[in-house]
């Protein structure tokens, strides 16, 4: 076990009772009694094990998050290298009411997890395997693994696998969502690939979960997987390879936007087909501007150039057409802005939208209204509408009742990300309101009776069913009352125990 600070367990570092505000009613606790209990439990802790407490040298940079908008705070960070010492903690944490998060890319940015404040971050970089079993065609990976760890490896043994859009994202706590991405349409979402799972539940047990092991347990990982428990290993079936994606990086002036926007609408999109629209603002021109970043997966340039003709007829001003490799298709298509869009310690304000339904006037009107708002509040004009429309020809031909995933037969899933420069900015007040309308004029066409959201783009304030679905919940609190009565893992758009 290392210490990162010097003044470790020290009387004067123990003295005094000084209060921590609650991370929920159901934990409270004080400042010192955090180190006095992860001193008694060093010595059960494997050598290599590390202890950091803020103003240590690496507690910074273990604790630093992509999104800092509303984020959770720690007394107290610890780093575990073995599946034991993760046992510890969760005994540990759950023994003396201390709430923690288990962090892996740490790029989860629900309000929810601001919930936990004075807490424990339980760092899981240190678990950072790719194993690839090319007989059985399968890649198991650690809690540490991000996206970019993922393309390299698999690629180079001839296959792929479904992945999310950005490469930061951690693999496993995207996965547990779902995990929607660019190859949807053609091999479904990332559950649909997951074929098992070790987990340490909130008793410190540690399980096994497949399609034949703890399947009732499985069905609901997959959709809702933050509440059960600390996923250890993920195993996932990969696909062999099919070449080279095609990506197509197109910008249009903003006076296309009703033409746009309706082709879009009404475009069919084959299973390789995906259409990325992005409304955002160019500090360049001054203007707002419209951005389509689509990619074609098993097929030539031809092929997809025949596919994207109806939005290349429309001339868009800017056009960068080529052949990527799959392992790149995160930082090389997007106009590369997969590495600025990585970057950590940024505000995200986001509000997420499902869509079945695409009406195009609502585009126009969000387009409209964002324009206005970027006029008017220049602190707030890296703020960006993204429409992200993936085929879904593979994900429906999954059946509804073999994920918790309830949304899909989703076609679009709308991220609106209100940003500016740094917390405190009273632009966060008019932001945030247009971020909640922007939401609810979405939601009023989606084609869904009301509001859903993908779980992964919740921004914290949405009910259990409109991220879980009614109908899966039932199932979905019997699962919680099992594995987590006590909701020890609570801080992540947590399931209620019972239901309804």
């Known amino acids: 076990m290392h210490l990162s600070s010097s003044l470790l367990f020290t009387s004067a570092l123990l003295a005094g009772g000084i209060n921590a505000s609650p991370a929920t009613n159901a934990y409270r606790r004080q400042k010192a009694d955090m180190r006095t209990i992860i001193g008694d439990t060093t010595p059960i802790l494997s050598n290599t094990t590390t202890v950091h407490f803020p103003g240590s040298g690496d507690f910074f940079s273990i ?51 601001g919930n936990c404040q004075e807490g424990l971050a339980i760092d899981l970089s240190h678990f950072k395997d790719v194993k690839i079993d090319e007989q059985r065609q399968t890649v198991t990976i650690g809690p540490g693994v991000i996206f970019a760890d993922v393309f390299p490896v698999v690629s180079d043994a001839g296959f792929q696998v479904q ?22 349409g053609v091999h479904g979402l990332v559950i649909d690939a997951l074929e098992s799972v070790r987990m340490v539940t909130a008793n410190g047990d540690i399980v096994e979960a497949s399609k034949t092991k703890n399947p009732e347990l499985f069905w609901g990982i997959r959709g809702a997987g933050a509440n059960f428990g600390i996923i250890t290993q993920a195993t996932y079936k990969m696909h062999k390879s099919m070449g080279d994606i095609i990506s197509f990086d197109l910008i249009y002036e903003p006076e296309k936007n009703v033409t746009l926007f309706n082709t879009v609408a009404n475009m069919y999109l084959p299973p390789g087909l995906t259409v990325e629209t992005i409304m955002s603002y160019n500090e ?22 025949r596919w994207m003709q109806p939005l290349l007829r429309l001339n868009p001003w800017y056009k960068d057409i080529k052949a990527v490799p799959w392992k790149k298709m995160s930082t090389d298509t997007a106009l590369g802005l997969d590495k600025e869009v990585c970057g950590n ?15 195009a006037n609502t585009w126009v009107k969000t387009f409209n209204k964002l324009a206005k708002f970027w006029n008017e509040q220049p602190a707030a004009r890296s703020s960006a509408l993204v429409l992200e429309t993936w085929p879904n020809q593979a994900v429906v031909a999954v059946p509804d009742s073999e994920t918790a995933y309830p949304w899909r037969d989703a076609t679009t899933y709308v991220m609106i990300q209100m940003r500016w420069d740094a917390p405190g900015n009273p632009v966060e007040t008019v932001a945030d309101a247009m971020g909640r309308e922007l939401r609810n004029d979405y939601a009023k066409t989606s084609g869904y009776n009301g509001l859903t959201v993908y779980v992964n783009y919740a921004h914290g304030d949405e009910t259990p069913e409109q991220m879980y679905g009614r109908n899966k919940l039932p199932r979905l609190a019997k699962l919680k009352k099992q594995y987590d009565p006590s909701s020890v893992f609570g801080f992540h758009n947590p399931l209620p125990t019972s239901y309804p």
């Not at 310690?345 to 009406?359: M, P, T």
């Open 63 to 113: 604790t630093e998050r992509w999104d800092v908008y509303r984020p959770p705070s720690y007394q107290a960070a610890i780093t575990p290298t073995t599946e034991a010492d993760i046992v510890s903690l969760v005994k540990m944490a759950k023994e003396h009411n201390i709430p923690f998060l288990a962090t892996g890319g740490r790029h989860g940015y629900g309000t929810t997890l």
């Open 163 to 184: 992945t999310g859009t950005c490469s930061c994202v951690g693999m496993i706590g995207a996965t547990i969502g779902a995990g929607i991405g660019r190859l949807d």
């Open 284 to 305: 360049t021109t001054q203007k707002p501007t419209l951005i389509i970043s689509s990619t074609y997966a098993g097929g030539s340039e031809a092929e997809a150039r």
């Open 345 to 359: 310690s940024q505000i995200f304000d986001i509000y997420g939208v499902n869509l079945r339904r695409h009406d």
